[in-house]
């Protein structure tokens, strides 16, 4: 069963067994138990939208449990930064070590696209974790006249 998710969550599954016993034919079983949580990534996806022509930029706090600390060691994409750019730094998060992940969106063609980031850490227990992010660009607003307008920055939308 997978636990992705449900950090400090308590989680009950049940299953039902049949078998060819007359006496006890079927039996129900159950698994339940506390998830602990390992890291807290926040928020847990990133969506850019807004004109291709106006620069859009999001954080990722990546913060260890203390009883599980692990290193980043480094961070992948599955597009080879073709959409987006990304800058890791170590810092501290309410007295505790911790990463800021600064992602960037570089598409500036009207269209959609969604990204992987991959950080591999040095812990066994989760030796990858995963930041998604999707964009919506944009064509550039045309003001009247065809001027391209000069109106407020797209927001970067959670």
Do not use: Y
């Given at each position: 069963m997978s636990t992705s998710g449900y950090g400090g969550e308590t989680m009950r599954k049940g299953a039902r067994v049949e078998s060819n016993d007359?006496?006890?034919p079927a039996v129900e079983l159950a698994i339940g138990g506390e998830v602990l949580r390992v890291v807290t990534i926040q928020p847990g996806r990133l969506v850019f939208q807004g004109e291709g022509d106006k620069p859009m930029r999001q954080t990722v706090t990546i913060v260890p449990e203390p009883r599980f600390a692990f290193k980043l060691l480094k961070v992948e994409t599955n597009a080879g930064k073709r959409f987006i750019d990304y800058r890791l730094e170590e810092i501290r998060h309410n007295g505790q070590p911790a990463y800021r992940l600064t992602v960037e969106n570089r598409r500036t063609q009207p269209g959609r696209y969604a990204e992987t980031l991959t950080l591999h850490t040095d812990s066994p227990i989760r030796p990858k974790?995963?930041?998604?992010?999707y964009g919506n660009i944009l064509?550039?607003?045309?003001?009247?006249?065809g001027e391209q307008s000069q109106g407020?920055?797209?927001?970067?939308v959670r």
């Open positions: 007359p006496n006890r974790l995963f930041v998604h992010v064509a550039p607003k045309q003001a009247e006249g407020a920055s797209p927001k970067a």
